[in-house]
């Protein structure tokens, strides 16, 4: 499709438990890209993807975190034993190549952890 | 609702105005600035775009201005509508990493 699809639009964690996130990209976009929102402000920048591969990580923060896009499978973010400060909006983006104008943003994933 | 963004920049246009929105970026090697547009629950929309060997760029009813001797860069909405209303951020990159750097979003806010 020509959306960047995030599931699910809300998720609810009690603190140290996991979460997940879910992002297909753009069909034929290589790039895919992880950002962090907070207070619908700030953005920070995790991780990207060409294809499965890591781009770069230098984004993500090294304990909890974890990355991945397989094939045929959307790419996912996950978080283990979630802290209070994880509560953010997650939005991912696929882009064809590095060229900015096929750089789409998905709708987001808002993250509460109670 | 969402009690975000409550010290957001909020510049405040009448309808029909022009607006114009600032921002400065803080890496001097950047070679491409981006601004988007966020409404609420949604997540950032393309405006337009600008490469370092440019000083401006036009788009429908947009126009991005790049002064790299201050780092300074700035987005003008002429003849501003309702529908304008929302969060606007600008983005910097370079040629060596895909990764965004995201200024300090400004809330435009647009009166009837």
């Known amino acids: 499709g020509e959306e960047v699809a995030q599931t699910p639009k809300h998720l609810v964690r009690g603190e140290g438990q996991k979460a997940k996130l879910y992002c297909a990209p753009i069909?034929?976009?290589?790039?895919v890209f992880w950002y962090q929102q907070v207070l619908k402000n700030e953005f920070k920048f995790l991780i990207s993807?060409?294809?499965?591969?890591?781009?770069?990580e230098t984004g993500m923060p090294k304990e909890r975190f974890s990355a991945k896009c397989l094939p045929n499978s959307p790419c996912s973010l996950e978080i283990q034993a979630t802290k209070l400060e994880d509560s953010a909006v997650y939005f991912c983006?696929?882009?064809?190549?590095?060229?900015?104008?096929?750089?789409?943003f998905g709708s987001g994933t808002r993250l509460t952890v109670v | 609702g969402e009690s975000v963004g409550l010290h957001l920049p909020t510049l405040s246009v009448q309808e029909g105005d022009n607006s114009i929105i600032n921002c400065a970026y803080s890496?001097?090697?950047?070679?491409?600035f981006i601004w988007y547009k966020q409404e609420s629950g949604k997540g950032p929309q393309f405006i337009i775009d600008?490469?370092?060997?440019?000083d401006k760029r036009q788009g429908q009813r947009v126009t991005v201005l790049l002064n790299k001797t201050v780092k300074h860069l700035s987005l003008q909405i002429a003849a501003t509508q309702p529908g304008d209303s929302a969060v606007y951020f600008c983005?910097?990159?370079?040629?060596?990493?895909?990764?965004?750097?995201f200024g300090t979003g400004t809330r435009l806010q647009v009166t009837l």
């Open positions: 600008i490469r370092s060997n440019m």
């Open positions: 993807f060409q294809n499965e591969n890591v781009f770069d």
């Open positions: 069909k034929g976009h290589s790039y």
């Open positions: 890496n001097s090697a950047s070679d491409y």
């Open positions: 983005a910097e990159g370079t040629g060596t990493a895909s990764k965004l750097t």
């Open positions: 983006a696929s882009s064809h190549d590095r060229a900015l104008y096929g750089y789409t």
